[in-house]
């Protein structure tokens, strides 16, 4: 389904002629809740960036929804997989005011919207990998998406929950369009969830050999 195709279906559905202005925040506002609630595989990117020596802050993309993993490249090239934290055990057990304590990063924490804090602060410098969720750009601007291709019945529902929430509509009609987002959206964790189980290995997963003779 298309922004204009889904445009067209929310008009048609509700029997109303809304401004661009407000079907586009009702499109918008489901994309965000809807992005919010499954982390879907499909919307995951990889990049790599470089921490800097007594620099315990690294930045956060500014498409970044939830983070997969962050690792901490050695001279080796071996991934180093970083424990989130809180931020404050980081602050307390890793005092930037005092340079015994820096080392390789183990441990991350979000510590606003634009950056992760690190612990141990960097003692030199390091290459790092950020795996993580992303906002994709919305349907509105782009005419297409991943959920409008793919799973455009909860992006439908999402968006008629928000016009029933403008119109004022009575509690039946809201249930309904409720009942079928929340029907929609359940599939949509249960697709996101089978595809993270078809890898173990990809999930961070710990795998425990079978013996041979209990293999099929």
């Known amino acids: 389904m298309t922004y204009t195709e889904l445009v067209a279906a929310i008009k048609s559905y509700t029997e109303n002629d809304y401004t661009t202005t407000d079907v586009n925040t009702f499109i918008q506002n489901a994309e965000q809740r809807i992005y919010n609630s499954v982390q879907i595989p499909d919307l995951r990117k990889n990049v790599t960036g470089t921490i800097s020596i007594n620099n315990r802050f690294l930045e956060v993309p500014t498409d ?4 997969y993993s962050i690792s901490v ?13 809180d931020v404050n055990f980081i602050r307390e057990s ?72 403008y119109l004022k509509e009575n509690d039946e009609i809201t249930n309904q369009y409720k009942e079928r987002y929340t029907e929609s959206l359940n599939e949509l964790k249960g697709l996101g969830e089978g595809k993270n189980m078809r890898d173990a290995y990809r999930s961070g997963q710990a795998r425990i050999p079978v013996p041979r003779s209990q293999r099929a």
């Open 64 to 67: 970044w929804l939830a983070t």
């Open 73 to 85: 490249i050695d001279s080796n090239n071996e991934h180093n997989y970083l424990l989130n934290k």
């Open 94 to 165: 890793f005092p930037d005011t005092d340079a015994a304590f820096n080392g390789k990063p183990q441990y991350y924490a979000i510590f606003d919207d634009t950056s992760f804090i690190l612990g141990p602060t960097p003692d030199i410098g390091y290459s790092a990998e950020l795996h993580y969720y992303f906002y994709p750009a919305t349907i509105v601007t782009a005419g297409n998406s991943w959920l409008g291709d793919n799973f455009d019945t909860v992006l439908f529902y999402g968006a008629l929950l928000e016009a029933a929430a």
